[in-house]
């Protein structure tokens, strides 16, 4: 069994991770939970050890416990609390952040992992709680809310419907809402984007990443990302280790046109990064890639490529945004990806996360045949003394 017992109330016991063991208990409930859901998509095992490694770049500046919840000596639900430096730092709210919440449906288990994980927090010494992010807004961020009619995307998450209710009832209430928007890779351009193209193109230029200067094309990605997104809500700048594993996963399944950078007069100005939806292909390998899923996901990259795509981050420089040329730049950074996405047979793409109140993008998005179909929440709590 599980040492060094958090909290024991009767049949229902939640107890802290503690060994290899008990790690592997926590990344493997979700299949329980899931059974029964057709829209789930089982992740990897081998990435999500890697998430939960001590190597995991997040905490170099991050501190997280990890609990399991036993009712009637029956595993039933899972939660992480992490207190992240570099919050505190930039806000200093005094905010921790609870994450990875999976349980059954049943109100006294949530209660008593969210109370677990509040207590914990304020032992951290802190004053307000936020969530779920598994482990930072950089990574898997919000709780789906509406949208459990389709699987998730690449680097997304997915929850049962019930879980919004037993995470209210435990006293949180919403913080931010987080959209996801469908659009057709081979959508109609509006004559307006025409015309803004025209104009732009004496003066901007978009090209695909330069796998030869990798290194020097990270550096630029990563200005791009914390000059666009810094003043956005929760906005909380990549390490180079955490980007440089960001560049990983680009270098091994990106490929160089998927990735468009802008330049006004030459100087980089916007980003565009497209991902294949891995979901797609991993779905039917329940988590394991050994002895053969390994096989079966090499041949699977090499011979095709997913009918879907996700794209997490887009934006161009903060001197750009709100005006005509910030507007050029993100249509002529989603034009540039469109061909060599319908090239290797990708239909349909995904942008996501856009902030609710992210007016400009969303018509943007919108006048481009975009469909807002999936939405997630950020909750928050007020943590007494």
């Known amino acids: 069994m599980l040492n060094s017992k958090e909290r024991n109330s009767g049949s229902l016991q939640i107890l802290r991770v503690d060994g290899r063991q008990d790690l592997d208990k926590f990344i493997n409930l979700p299949w329980s939970l899931y059974a029964s859901d057709p829209m789930w998509v089982p992740p990897l095992l081998v990435e999500r050890r890697q998430h939960l490694s001590p190597k995991n770049p997040y905490f170099a500046h991050a501190r997280c416990s990890l609990w399991l919840a036993y009712k009637n000596r029956k595993l039933v639900g899972r939660i992480s609390a992490q207190v992240d430096e570099f919050h505190l730092k930039r806000y200093q709210d005094e905010s921790g952040f609870f994450g990875m919440l999976e349980a059954e449906d049943d109100q006294e288990v949530f209660?008593?992992?969210?109370?677990?994980?509040?207590?914990?927090?304020?032992?951290?010494?802190?004053?307000?709680?936020?969530?779920?992010?598994?482990?930072?807004?950089?990574?898997?961020?919000?709780?789906?809310?509406?949208?459990?009619?389709?699987?998730?995307?690449?680097?997304?998450?997915?929850?049962?419907?019930?879980?919004?209710?037993?995470?209210?009832?435990?006293?949180?209430?919403?913080?931010?809402?987080?959209?996801?928007?469908?659009?057709?890779?081979?959508?109609?351009?509006?004559?307006?984007?025409?015309a803004i193209l025209e104009r732009a193109t004496s003066f901007v230029h978009v090209r695909p990443m330069r796998r030869s200067r990798f290194r020097d094309e990270l550096k630029i990605m990563q200005e791009i990302f914390e000059d666009a997104w810094s003043e956005n809500w929760g906005f909380i700048p990549f390490t180079k280790a955490e980007f440089r594993h960001l560049g990983q996963n680009l270098k091994l399944l990106v490929p160089d046109e998927f990735v468009q950078i802008a330049e006004v007069n030459g100087t980089p100005a916007g980003m565009i990064i497209v991902f294949p939806n891995l979901n797609e292909i991993i779905r039917d390998l329940n988590?394991?890639?050994?002895?053969?899923?390994?096989?079966?996901?090499?041949?699977?990259?090499?011979?095709?490529?997913?009918?879907?795509?996700?794209?997490?981050?887009?934006?161009?420089?903060?001197?750009?945004?709100?005006?005509?040329?910030?507007?050029?730049?993100?249509?002529?950074?989603?034009?540039?990806?469109?061909?060599?996405?319908?090239?290797?047979?990708?239909?349909?793409?995904?942008?996501?996360?856009?902030?609710?109140?992210?007016?400009?993008?969303?018509?943007?998005?919108?006048?481009?045949?975009?469909?807002q179909y999936k939405r997630y929440r950020i909750y928050q709590k007020e943590l007494s003394s």
Not at 136 to 160: C, D, K, Y
Not at 299 to 315: E, N, S, V, Y
Not at 353 to 368: A, Q, V
């Open 111 to 194: 209660h008593a992992l969210l109370d677990t994980a509040e207590t914990w927090l304020r032992g951290q010494g802190m004053h307000r709680l936020l969530g779920p992010f598994n482990f930072s807004i950089n990574q898997e961020s919000g709780l789906l809310v509406e949208g459990f009619n389709s699987p998730p995307m690449i680097m997304t998450g997915h929850a049962r419907p019930y879980y919004h209710a037993r995470i209210v009832e435990a006293g949180y209430r919403q913080a931010k809402d987080l959209l996801a928007y469908m659009i057709s890779a081979n959508f109609r351009s509006p004559e307006l984007m025409h």
């Open 287 to 371: 988590g394991q890639l050994f002895p053969f899923g390994w096989l079966k996901l090499i041949w699977r990259l090499k011979t095709g490529c997913p009918t879907t795509a996700r794209i997490p981050l887009m934006g161009v420089c903060k001197r750009y945004q709100g005006n005509p040329i910030g507007t050029a730049l993100a249509f002529m950074l989603i034009n540039a990806v469109r061909a060599p996405v319908i090239r290797r047979g990708i239909r349909d793409v995904e942008l996501s996360w856009i902030l609710e109140d992210n007016t400009g993008m969303r018509k943007m998005l919108e006048s481009i045949g975009g469909i």
